[in-house]
């Protein structure tokens, strides 16, 4: 098992930044990637980014050259900096682990406002 604990989220104007935590425990060592999705009222649940152990990221056209995913294995925490937040980017984010099955966090809000 693998629990994930989301931080970071909060209310912003456009333009601004934000930085979500999450972290990890339990069985990391089953974890080969780690990605952060979102979902937005009335939309379907979409990939935001994502960081595989080798260190390799791959991100969604929509967030390109703004959002950044990082990790700290010292601390077994995986970060998303966001910058030049848009209105469009208000969700609840989450964080997810592939390892022996996808695991989620509980979902942090992420308020962007115009």
Same mark, same amino acid.
Request: glycine letters at 12%.
């Given at each position: 098992?693998?629990?994930?604990?989301? @931080?970071?989220?909060?209310?912003?104007?456009?333009?601004?930044?934000?930085?979500?935590? =999450?972290?990890?425990?339990? @069985?990391?060592?089953?974890?080969?990637?780690?990605?952060?999705?979102? %979902?937005?009222?009335?939309?379907?649940?979409?990939?935001?980014?994502?960081?595989?152990?080798?260190?390799?990221?791959?991100?969604?056209? @929509?967030?390109?050259?703004?959002?950044?995913?990082?990790?700290?294995?010292?601390?077994?925490?995986?970060?998303?900096?966001?910058?030049?937040?848009?209105?469009?980017?208000?969700?609840?984010?989450? =964080? @997810?682990?592939?390892?022996?099955?996808?695991?989620?966090? %509980?979902?942090?809000?992420?308020?962007?406002?115009?």
């Amino acid at each position: 098992q693998v629990q994930l604990v989301e @931080s970071g989220g909060g209310l912003v104007q456009a333009g601004g930044s934000l930085r979500l935590s =999450c972290a990890a425990s339990g @069985s990391i060592f089953s974890i080969s990637r780690m990605s952060w999705y979102r %979902q937005a009222p009335g939309k379907e649940r979409e990939l935001v980014a994502f960081i595989l152990n080798n260190g390799y990221t791959n991100y969604a056209d @929509s967030v390109k050259g703004r959002f950044t995913i990082s990790r700290d294995g010292a601390k077994n925490t995986v970060y998303l900096q966001m910058n030049s937040l848009k209105p469009e980017d208000t969700a609840v984010y989450y =964080c @997810s682990a592939r390892g022996a099955n996808d695991y989620w966090g %509980q979902g942090t809000q992420v308020t962007v406002s115009s």
